[in-house]
């Protein structure tokens, strides 16, 4: 947790939920980055390291954990760091002492995992106990119906490893089992597979179908199965789903979700982040073109927001705003050098480096982003961070001879954990499945460029990679995705299109029949009624969104902070609109009473600064008159709440009292009692500790560190009293014009199917995107002509113009369809558990 400078251990934080799923109490980053180690040429920490996971590390702990996670992190983390240590013996130097150590452990954890596979499928259970398995009732696990693709199709490599490395061929023969079902129950029109399937029917549960989340590393292990395993049926596998991504997914430079029973019709309007692995897998498989579209127009989102958002939509919005520094982008900019050779690749990476020592880099290490609009961070920083990202910038940028040994000779695992090559050939004992028949023929074009040799495929010819490139560049800033036009175009063609949410009303008889028949049992009727209630989630939902202020950020600027902790802030409904004025900066003082519910008997120790003032016992509006009297120029709550904080508890709004708050002038910011603590543990320790409240961090250069110290009384001047009522006249001429701005800007965003269910609790956070991005998207639409931005235009003037008509009223007739479809939303859910 590099906020608050301590590691995370299962149970003594608060559960944040799926995400926690990861940790086993087995020291996962520890184990997660050893192998970093050795890369970046720290043989000495390497060779500690290895020694505190053999003294320190249990793997038999009373806790449940994800199986694929605990197999991509900690058992690749194991085999990773045998294969290196094996290496370095071998050369003489260090690990001299080493005798398999790593790997008896590696396999004391892959018996661990055996369990989870006891389902007539052979896929695996999502969840195991370390301790007890999946036995009932210690195990408290074992009872889920359902797993991701990416879940159960992501063993091979390290399962194999293991079995080779062994010579104990059931982890192989466990992983091959998983992966032969997989690809029995590829829908075999399209073939492609969808998001979650049911482990103990092997029905498909979720019927979308992309590269990014619950599936990216299911096809990574197909094609790296056989680069390590060298057994063909990998490859046919692999060509034949890479086939059907190419003629449904990829929409250049998009890839886009679809339906695996209609796959021309795209499941969605957003991506997400985990797909930017993609163009690195196609580097891989020699497809070089699509690699440099999607990655140019996955690099310009990142120059949009600093980092690539969880998701995003078609026209290029923030959709879900975290960014917990996944590696993928830098990953596939990795392999797209290696491929190319062009420098443009340093620069990409010289721009990813840069970004996270700006923002991302605080005292105890690089913190993910909350929110990429605001620059705020979360006390989280991934394993995967050490373990792939550090690798992967660092080996964009190494040459040969910087690295002491030969990586051509190993294979990187999803979670960039290196198998050596040479184990294709070691342990072979387990009998290759001869389904060679059940392969479709495939057009041998697409493949010209497999497995290429770099050397041949750019001959002289600096310029390849640019000449792609060069078409693409404005296309975040310009495009209109041609991804949403063929959805509509695909029903020009005769059919009559499905019926949409955005245009569905519950007067109209022809309406209604169409509704019923979505109930009803064909799976094409059933696609449209999904689909149908997802929108019109969306769409009720962007009516509680419209309610909801983004979030805010306090930064801490004075020594030794210099900016670098961004905490998320929730806004409040009254006082100074951070978004439309500048950003205000103090010293921070705590006001007397705590509560702030009374006339403060510190008014000199407030007076110019921002008072922190404790939640509870009278009205938010109330303690901000308070402080407001005393001279205070700002405002933070700290939530009475021991141990809330940001990274559980959805975005906290404070509301007015009921009544006219037009004189508070003072901009209010609320945060949890975790966020809270860190200024107060600064105040603690450093006494005068300096904070900006803004809606968007301040960029974080040197110069902030450079800059005068302006003394706590200087900036009592810098906003005092005088100068706040005469900007409040200001305050009000602007928010008068930017509500209008607002309501004439706001547009329906999508959510994310596994948001949907979560609608009310989200955090807006989550759900929003600023006025600027309102304003650019309005501009885009202007732009665009197709279908779907002109319906959803007619929908906006629609509802502006009569704002008596409320979703609650078109929900109502169709309650009952929606909890026939409970089901399925909450199968939705699955993608945010399984992967995000
Ligand atoms: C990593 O743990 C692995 O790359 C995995 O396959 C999915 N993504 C995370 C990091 O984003």
Request: aromatic share 8%.
């Amino acid at each position: 947790m590099p906020l608050t400078c301590r590691g995370r251990v299962r149970g003594q934080e608060p559960s944040r939920g799926d995400v926690d799923d990861a940790l086993g109490k087995f020291s996962l980053t520890l184990i997660d980055s050893l192998d970093t180690l050795v890369v970046l040429n720290k043989t000495k920490e390497f060779e500690d390291a290895v020694r505190k996971v053999l003294r320190d590390v249990n793997l038999d702990n009373d806790v449940v954990v994800s199986v694929f996670e605990t197999n991509i992190r900690v058992l690749g983390g194991l085999l990773g760091g045998h294969s290196l240590a094996i290496m370095l013996k071998e050369k003489g130097e260090h690990m001299q002492w080493y005798n398999d150590e790593l790997l008896q452990m590696a396999k004391q954890l892959g018996y661990k995992l055996l369990p989870a596979f006891n389902t007539t499928s052979g896929l695996p259970y999502p969840r195991i106990n370390l301790k007890f398995g999946i036995r009932k009732p210690e195990a408290r696990t074992g009872t889920e119906t359902d797993t991701c693709t990416a879940c159960a199709g992501t063993l091979i490599l390290e399962f194999a490893a293991l079995s080779r490395f062994t010579g104990a061929t059931i982890f192989e023969e466990y992983a091959r089992k998983a992966l032969d079902f997989l690809w029995e129950k590829r829908q075999r029109s399209s073939n492609l597979v969808g998001v979650t399937i049911n482990i103990h029917t092997g029905d498909w549960v979720r019927k979308d179908s992309g590269v990014g989340a619950g599936i990216d590393s299911y096809y990574e292990y197909l094609l790296k199965a056989y680069v390590l395993l060298g057994d063909d049926s990998f490859l046919e596998r692999f060509n034949t789903h890479y086939d059907a991504i190419m003629r449904y997914i990829s929409q250049p430079p998009l890839l886009l979700d679809v339906h695996i029973h209609k796959p021309m019709l795209n499941a969605r309007t957003w991506m997400d982040a985990l797909l930017a692995f993609f163009p690195g897998l196609q580097v891989l498989k020699g497809d070089i073109r699509p690699a440099i579209e999607t990655h140019e127009m996955l690099y310009q989102v990142i120059k949009k927001h600093n980092f690539l958002p969880e998701a995003f939509t078609t026209d290029f919005r923030v959709h879900w705003a975290q960014h917990p520094l996944r590696p993928e982008f830098a990953e596939s900019t990795y392999f797209l050098y290696k491929a190319t050779g062009d420098p443009y690749y340093l620069e990409v990476g010289k721009t990813l480096i840069e970004n996270l020592n700006k923002y991302a880099r605080v005292p105890c290490g690089f913190a993910a982003m909350k929110d990429v609009r605001t620059g705020s961070h979360e006390d989280r920083m991934d394993s995967f961070f050490l373990a792939e990202m550090f690798k992967y910038l660092y080996l964009l940028f190494a040459d040969k001879e910087d690295i002491i040994f030969d990586i051509e000779d190993y294979i990187f695992t999803t979670e960039a954990h290196l198998l050596p090559l040479w184990l294709s050939t070691t342990n072979q004992s387990i009998s290759k499945k001869n389904t060679t028949s059940e392969y479709t023929e495939l057009d041998d074009s697409n493949f010209d460029w497999t497995c290429p040799n770099t050397q041949i495929l750019f001959p002289n010819d600096p310029l390849y990679a640019q000449s792609i490139r060069e078409p693409l560049k404005n296309v975040v800033d310009k495009s209109c995705p041609r991804g949403i036009i063929r959805v509509e175009e695909s029903f020009r063609s005769g059919a009559k299109p499905p019926l949409r949410a955005r245009d569905f009303m519950a007067t109209n008889p022809e309406h209604l029949e169409i509704l019923k028949k979505m109930g009803a049992a064909s799976s094409i009727d059933a696609e449209d009624g999904l689909r149908f209630m997802q929108e019109m989630i969306e769409l009720s939902s962007q009516q509680q969104k419209e309610q909801q202020l983004p979030p805010r950020a306090v930064q801490i600027v004075s020594h030794p902070f210099f900016g670098r902790v961004v905490l998320t802030a929730g806004p409040a409904q009254f006082g100074l609109d951070l978004s439309k004025h500048k950003e205000t900066r103090g010293f921070v003082a705590s006001s007397k009473p705590y509560n702030g519910c009374s006339e403060l008997t510190n008014p000199e120790a407030v007076m110019g600064k921002i008072a922190l003032i404790q939640r509870g016992q009278c009205m938010f509006a109330e303690k901000a008159r308070n402080i407001q009297n005393a001279g205070a120029i700002g405002g933070i709550v700290i939530d009475d709440n021991e141990g809330s904080s940001s990274d559980t508890a959805p975005l906290f709004q404070m509301a007015g009292d009921g009544k006219d708050t037009d004189d508070i002038k003072i901009p209010m910011l609320f945060l949890f009692s975790k966020e809270g603590s860190i200024i107060l543990d600064a105040i603690r320790e450093y006494e005068e500790v300096e904070v900006l409240l803004s809606d968007k961090a301040k960029d974080r250069d040197p110069e902030m560190e450079n800059e005068e110290q302006p003394s706590s009384e200087n900036d009592s001047q810098n906003q005092s009293a005088e100068q706040i009522s005469s900007s409040s006249q200001e305050v009000d001429l602007v928010d008068q014009e930017s509500s209008e701005e607002n309501s004439l800007n706001s547009h329906p965003e999508s959510l994310s199917p596994a948001d949907m269910d979560n609608a009310a609790s989200i955090s807006p956070s989550e759900q929003t995107s600023n006025p600027t991005e309102n304003h650019e998207t309005t501009n885009l639409n202007g732009e665009c002509t197709d279908l779907d931005n002109q319906l959803q235009e007619q929908s906006e003037t629609e509802e502006d113009s009569n704002p008596n008509v409320s979703w609650g009223k078109k929900v109502q007739p169709i309650d009952s369809i929606l909890a026939d479809w409970n089901e399925d939303i909450e199968a939705f859910e699955m993608m945010e558990k399984d992967e995000l």
